[in-house]
């Protein structure tokens, strides 16, 4: 029930993350500079603090907590991906046995015959 209630909440915040760095604005450098989209800095980036960049941070650090955590929560439990009651699988008490061949198995020979070459030589 925890695993699944974080795992939801991971697809929203991954949504969310999504919509949050379309809405960005760009911030100039790396390809579209390249060709004249954007202006250079003489004395360094300006640091700016504006929200949408601490949501981008912020989500990005959520989403990597709750990944280690589900990961560490269902080692924990002993929880499968999976359920259990999906599965159509017959459970008894005792190990099936397997019956006893009635004849014996036949086995490879071991070497080839001496009395003639495998391969007719030419």
Do not use: C
């Not at 999976?82 to 198995?105: C, G, H, I």
């Amino acid at each position: 029930m925890l695993v699944t209630t974080i795992l939801v909440l991971m697809i929203l915040v991954a949504i969310l993350l999504i919509i949050v760095i379309l809405v960005q604005n760009p911030k100039g450098g790396g390809l579209s500079s390249e060709f004249g989209g954007g202006s250079s800095q003489m004395f360094g980036v300006q640091k700016t603090g504006d929200i949408l960049e601490q949501l981008t941070w912020g989500f990005f650090a959520f989403l990597i907590v709750a990944a280690l955590g589900t990961g560490i929560l269902s080692k924990l439990s002993g929880s499968s991906v999976t359920n259990d009651s999906d599965v159509n699988v017959e459970r008894s008490t005792t190990a099936p046995s397997l019956p006893a061949p009635s004849t014996p198995v036949p086995t490879a020979p071991s070497a080839a015959p001496t009395g003639q070459p495998a391969i007719p030589a030419k």
